[in-house]
């Protein structure tokens, strides 16, 4: 009689903009990243009172964003709704996620960033760009925003990607061979939100299948998610 048992679902480290941050001490760090980490493990002595995190989709931005706002015990905003957590916000440090995602508030914006100097208290951005990009017209504003803290974040390097990969792997208890990893590596977009994807694909396949994950799989695997069938359900 086959074994149905399963595992219990596990939570993904690295979440990318879903859910609750992840560990410092298990934070794959490369020269990609490794200027924003560093900024991270040294607040509160930071450069700026406001800080701009700004880097490629799927970089990590926001799962640094979430260990800092751990870290700091920071108030996560909303970049549509910043009015609505000003009077709450107190002396604590902010947080806002994609704030060039869309329009920027640039009222709210600004009055933010005063209510956080005035305080004593920090702010951090993540954004896909740098503020000169924004398309601010708010003279104060982009006062203010020039006196931030730029740090970028570039899509992952070969180490990094490999760290994260095998990262991913052994967070849902998965043996892969390393050239399985390095295949991967090569062949996949270079971003960790694809890391991600294609890593809960390979173990779920290879879960139905009652399979080891082989390279023939992940080239399987990658194969179909570059001819759009990456989303589908197993």
Same mark, same amino acid.
């Given at each position: 009689?086959?074994?149905?048992?399963?595992?219990?679902?596990?939570?993904?480290?690295? /979440?990318?903009?879903?859910?609750?941050?992840?560990?410092?001490?298990?934070?794959?760090?490369?020269?990609?990243?490794?200027? $924003?980490?560093? &900024?991270?493990?040294? @607040?509160?002595? @930071? *450069? #700026?009172?406001?800080?701009? &995190? %700004? !880097?490629?989709?799927?970089? !990590?931005?926001?799962? +640094?964003?979430?260990? @800092?706002?751990?870290?700091?015990? $920071?108030?996560?905003?909303?970049?549509?709704?910043?009015?609505?957590?000003?009077?709450? +916000?107190?002396?604590?440090?902010?947080?806002?996620?994609?704030?060039?995602?869309?329009?920027?508030?640039?009222? !709210? &914006?600004?009055?933010?960033?005063?209510?956080?100097? %005035? $305080?004593? #208290?920090?702010?951090? +951005?993540?954004?896909?760009?740098?503020?000169? $990009? @924004?398309?601010?017209?708010?003279?104060?504003?982009?006062?203010?925003?020039?006196?931030?803290?730029?740090?970028?974040?570039?899509?992952? /390097?070969?180490?990094?990607?490999?760290?994260?990969?095998?990262?991913?792997?052994?967070?849902?208890?998965?043996?892969?061979? *390393?050239?399985?990893?390095?295949? &991967?590596?090569?062949?996949?977009?270079? #971003? +960790?939100?694809? %890391?991600?994807?294609?890593?809960?694909?390979?173990?779920?396949?290879?879960?139905?299948?009652?399979?080891?994950?082989?390279?023939?799989?992940?080239?399987?695997?990658?194969?179909?998610?570059?001819?759009?069938? !990456?989303?589908?359900?197993?």
């Amino acid at each position: 009689m086959p074994d149905n048992k399963i595992d219990p679902p596990r939570q993904l480290p690295l /979440d990318l903009g879903h859910g609750t941050g992840y560990s410092r001490d298990e934070l794959v760090v490369s020269g990609t990243n490794s200027q $924003a980490v560093a &900024l991270v493990d040294r @607040w509160p002595d @930071w *450069p #700026s009172p406001v800080v701009v &995190l %700004a !880097g490629p989709a799927g970089c !990590g931005k926001t799962h +640094l964003a979430s260990i @800092w706002r751990a870290r700091a015990g $920071a108030v996560k905003v909303d970049a549509g709704r910043i009015g609505d957590c000003m009077a709450s +916000l107190g002396a604590r440090p902010a947080q806002i996620d994609d704030v060039d995602a869309g329009p920027v508030d640039e009222e !709210g &914006l600004f009055h933010l960033i005063n209510a956080v100097r %005035a $305080a004593g #208290s920090t702010l951090l +951005l993540t954004a896909r760009r740098f503020p000169s $990009a @924004w398309g601010v017209r708010l003279p104060d504003l982009a006062s203010r925003l020039k006196a931030a803290a730029m740090v970028e974040i570039h899509e992952p /390097d070969d180490l990094l990607l490999a760290g994260v990969i095998a990262k991913l792997f052994a967070d849902r208890q998965v043996e892969v061979e *390393p050239h399985v990893v390095q295949y &991967l590596v090569r062949r996949i977009e270079r #971003s +960790l939100a694809t %890391a991600m994807r294609v890593v809960e694909r390979l173990d779920r396949t290879a879960l139905e299948r009652k399979t080891p994950i082989t390279r023939a799989l992940a080239a399987e695997t990658v194969s179909a998610m570059d001819e759009g069938q !990456g989303e589908f359900e197993i």
